[in-house]
C-alpha cells in the first residue's frame, strides 16, 4: 500500500469464462473483482480476511453498488484499487476503481460495497479495536 | 405479468455452485437473478432481449446497485420480482426484488440495474418507438 | 421421473452470465448444469441432497467428465437428462446428456460425475442402505 | 516455462466466491484454473490465445476431464502446472496439475482438456504450421 494514498493495487488477467456473449466483462464479475480487490487490501493491512473470521468476525456485504464506463475484454490485464472509505461503530465501506492496465490506464468501473460486522452467531456488534485501528491506518474516515 | 401490477415473477432454485463458504448466495450472484428476472420480464412482454438486439439496439447495464437483507441459501427456491422503473429517452431502470420462496416470501434483497440505449457501433442513441412502448405499458415512468 | 427409464429432466434458460466471447456457453457451465442435473434427479427420487447431508453423508464429485458435440447459445432452453450409472459399496455415478430444447432435442454435450460417500469428517464410508436402495429402484447398476 | 520439462507455472488466490458450502472450491471451477493454466502456457511460448483466434484459428474444448484428489479452500494459493500433450493433425490436448502451494505442493486435481482446430466459419481444418511448431517445442508428443 501507498502509505500516502491509502490504496492497494491488484491485477487480474480477463479469462473466457468472465466474458459473455457481447465480449465484455459480464456486469455481475465486476463484484468478484471487488472481493479480490479488498482480499488484497486486508491482506497488504497485515491481518487477511480469514484472520478476520477466526478472530470472530464476519463481514458480510449489505450493499454493493458498481458504476460501468468501458468495457474490459478478453485477456484485458486490469488492475483494481481499493481504498476504505468511511468506519463506522458497526459498519464500513470500501471503495474500488477498476482500470485497464495496458494502455495508460483507462477507467473502466468503479463502485462500493457496505460491509455490516456480526458475531459468529449473525448479530451485529461493534466493530472490534483491532480492525477499527487497522481501517484508521488505512485512510478509513473515522 | 399482473397488468395490475406490472410484475413479472421468476422462479430460480439455489445451487451448490452459487453459494460460498458461509453457505449463502454469492453477493455477485444477485446480479445474475437480476439479468434472469429481466430477460424474463421482456419475455413475458413478447419481445426478448435477443430480439432486442436483432433489431439492432443493446442495453448495456451502466449502472447496478443491491441491497442484501437476508441470505439465500443451497437449495433455496427464490422468487425474483422485476418492474420497469423510469423510462427516459436513452436510458431505463429496471427494478428487482428476491424473495425466498418457501416460507412466506422471505424478502432477501431488492436492488436496479440502470441501462443505455446503444446501436451496433456502440453509440447512444434514442429508445425506439417500440421499446418505449412496451416500456409504458408495462408500468414503465416516462 | 419416468419409472421405466430411469431419466429425469430439467429444462435451464441460458443466461449472458453463462456465456463467453464466442457467444457459446462457457465450457466449465456445463459442470453447473451436471449438478442441477443431479439436484432435481435426487429432488425426484424423494430425497434431495440436503437432506442426504442432514442424514449424515456428503457425496463430494470425484471425478467429472464431459464431451463437447455442438455448443449452447445465450436464451436457449436446455433440456438436462439425468439417469444414475454404476452404484458401488461406497461410491455412484451420475450421467447426464444435454440437449437444446428447441429445434428437436439437438444433442450438445454428455457427460459423467463420479461421487464417493463420505462421513462428516471426510472418511469414505459405505453407501447408507436407504441410498443404496434409492439409487437401486432409480435403475442404478448395483 | 522450464524448457526441459515444458510445464508453465501459475498462481491464483481463491475468492469467497469460488467456494461452496463446504468451503472448497466448486468443482466446476476446476475448468477455470486450467483455461487460466492453458492462457499463460500459450503467452509463455510468446503467442496468446486471442494471437491465435487474431489469425484465423479457433481451439474450442471438446472433452474435459477432471479428477478431485484434494480441496482447495477460501484463500489458499494454488498452482495451477500446465502441459501440452498429444498434438495431432486438427486437435490437440492439454494436461494440468493444480496443487495447494502453501504446505509443500499438495496435489488437489488434475485433469486434461482436448480441443479442435476450428477455421471461423467452425469447420474442422488442420492445425497451421506456426501453432504445430509451437507445441511441438512445448514439448507436444507429435
Not at 7 to 20: P, S
Not at 21 to 33: E, I, P, Q, S
Amino acid at each position: 500500500m501507498s502509505q500516502a494514498s491509502g490504496v492497494v493495487q491488484t491485477r487480474y488477467r480477463v479469462l473466457y469464462g468472465d466474458v459473455d456473449a457481447m465480449d465484455v466483462v459480464y456486469y455481475g464479475n465486476y463484484l468478484r473483482f471487488f472481493e479480490r480487490g479488498r482480499a488484497e487490501f486486508m491482506r497488504d493491512l497485515g491481518m487477511t480476511y480469514k484472520q478476520v473470521e477466526e478472530q470472530g468476525f464476519i463481514l458480510p456485504v449489505t450493499e454493493a453498488h458498481c458504476h460501468y464506463h468501458l468495457s474490459a475484454r478478453y485477456d484485458d490485464l486490469i488492475l483494481i484499487e481499493t481504498r476504505i472509505g468511511q468506519v463506522k461503530r458497526a459498519s464500513m465501506r470500501f471503495e474500488y476503481q477498476i482500470f485497464q492496465d495496458e494502455d495508460g490506464r483507462k477507467p473502466l468501473a468503479e463502485g462500493y460495497t457496505l460491509h455490516a460486522c456480526l458475531n459468529p452467531e449473525g448479530r451485529i456488534v461493534r466493530l472490534p479495536g483491532f480492525l477499527y485501528d487497522l481501517f484508521e491506518k488505512a485512510g478509513g474516515k473515522t
